[in-house]
């Protein structure tokens, strides 16, 4: 099921792999990211998926922020949407789109890049 970001409800899971607080996380200096915090993603277009991204979140403008870093050190930045939405591109340069993967999981296209993370779904977003 493929959906704009502006008409799905979900909350991310508590997990670790959308929070890096405790533990390890990447830095821009070449440092490690623990395995906890760690996404699949498909970058420049790829079609395989890789555990190669690493994943952090911010307080933001408007709310935390989810930001998803690159192994090439680039990185794409999300709002954390509170009001059932989901998530909304912080930068909003490229068009994102939401996929429902199943097994607690969606899929995230923002421009060339797709990323697998973690999501509890709301009933009303599978509708």
């Known amino acids: 099921m493929k959906l704009s970001y502006y008409r799905l409800a979900l909350v991310f899971a508590g997990s670790a792999a959308l929070a890096a607080c405790g533990g390890e996380s990447a830095d821009q200096s070449g440092g490690t990211a623990s395995a906890a915090n760690k996404v699949e993603c498909a970058l420049a277009g790829a079609s395989a998926f890789e555990r190669k991204c690493s994943t952090e979140t911010m307080p933001g403008e408007n709310g935390k922020m989810l930001v998803i870093r690159h192994p ?7 709002n954390i949407l509170t009001d059932g939405r989901g998530l909304s591109p912080a930068d909003g340069f490229d068009e994102t789109t939401i996929n429902l993967i199943g097994g607690g999981m969606i899929e995230v296209s923002s421009g060339d890049d797709k990323y697998r993370l973690p999501a509890d779904i709301k009933a009303s977003a599978q509708k």
Do not use: E, L, M, T
């Open 72 to 78: 090439n050190a680039g990185f794409r930045r999300f």
